[in-house]
C-alpha cells in the first residue's frame, strides 16, 4: 500500500491507497514510515468507503 498522507480525522493514522486504488486508513505506532512509503497493510474492518487496517512488519 502506497501512503499518502495522514488521516483525514486522526493525526495518528496514515492514509493510503491500495492497488486497484482503494482508501485504507491505519496507525502509525509500530513504524517508522514516511509519505510516499510502500507498506503490507493487513486489513481488518471497513466501513462504507474506506478499509482499516494494521501494518504488517516486514520480518513477518
Avoid at 491505519?26 to 493487513?42: E, L, S
Avoid at 471497513?46 to 513477518?60: F, H, K
Wanted: glycine share 10%; aromatic share 8%.
Amino acid at each position: 500500500m502506497l501512503i499518502e498522507g495522514d488521516s483525514k480525522r486522526s493525526a495518528a493514522d496514515w492514509m493510503g491507497r491500495t492497488s486497484q486504488n482503494k482508501v485504507a486508513v491505519f496507525p502509525k505506532a509500530g513504524g517508522n514510515y514516511k509519505k510516499g512509503d510502500y507498506v503490507n497493510v493487513f486489513v481488518e474492518n471497513c466501513t462504507q468507503a474506506t478499509l482499516l487496517g494494521r501494518v504488517i512488519p516486514a520480518n513477518s
